[in-house]
């Protein structure tokens, strides 16, 4: 298993800031994964993260509305820029540990945009 | 487009109840997980199924992959309160990469 912190746990923000998610593993990773958790609906890939190079988005998300930063093999940073209230979701880092695929995930930052 | 279609959506059942959920795909999936997910935390990994037809048990849960790995089903005999959460299933199709595709989740509550 992996222990993963993310920071904030949840955060009420406004239109049009910004808002930067902390996600600290307690051992090196090799890649580290962002997801959107939006109500009702499920778990969707943001962005892969590897250390030493940019990031690699999935398709409908891009750099200037979630830059995301790994400047070493233990820590990442996802940053949601100038929220609107379709940006309210539950962010969620995640590791993959092994070679079977599996996942383990932070507890999730739960962001409300007003 | 939803590649895994979760059911129900929504599971409310007594203590002791037996129930199933199943997660269904036209696609063929080269393995699949379940997880579960309580209020304010990430989801948990409960199993992986690789082989086709493979059944896997977890205590009081069964998970069963699909011969044609389209499919999986997870069973709970005698359900506690305890088992109440969201119970997602997650695959990898053999050329999605390193994304692997959620369903929506089954939302279950167990009550005493």
């Known amino acids: 298993s992996a222990v993963i912190s993310q920071k904030p746990s949840r955060d009420i923000c406004q239109r049009g800031t910004s808002l930067t998610i902390q996600c600290q593993v307690d051992s090196q990773v090799t890649m580290m994964f962002w997801y959107r958790q939006q109500p009702g609906q499920s778990l969707t890939l943001i962005a892969t993260?590897?250390?030493?190079?940019?990031?690699?988005?999935e398709s409908g998300f891009v750099i200037d509305k979630f830059p995301i930063s790994r400047p070493n093999l233990t820590f990442s940073t996802l940053t949601v820029s100038n929220m609107s209230p379709e940006d309210s979701s539950i962010y969620l880092c995640?590791?993959?540990?092994?070679?079977?695929?599996?996942?383990?995930f932070g507890e999730g930052s739960r962001l409300t945009v007003l | 487009t939803q590649l895994l279609e979760q059911s129900p959506q929504f599971l409310s059942i007594q203590e002791g109840e037996n129930l199933t959920v199943y997660c269904n795909s036209s696609s063929v999936f080269s393995s699949l997980q379940w997880y579960r997910q309580e209020p304010g935390e990430g989801p948990v990994l409960l199993v992986t199924v690789v082989t086709g037809g493979e059944v896997k048990k977890l205590k009081r849960l069964t998970f069963q992959f699909g011969d044609a790995r389209k499919d999986s089903s997870l069973h709970i005999t005698a359900a506690q309160p305890g088992d109440t959460g969201l119970y997602l299933c997650a695959g990898r199709t053999w050329n999605s990469g390193y994304a692997l595709n959620f369903g929506k989740g089954t939302s279950l509550l167990v009550t005493p």
């Open positions: 993260a590897n250390q030493g190079s940019e990031a690699t988005y």
């Open positions: 995640s590791v993959e540990r092994g070679n079977t695929g599996e996942l383990f």
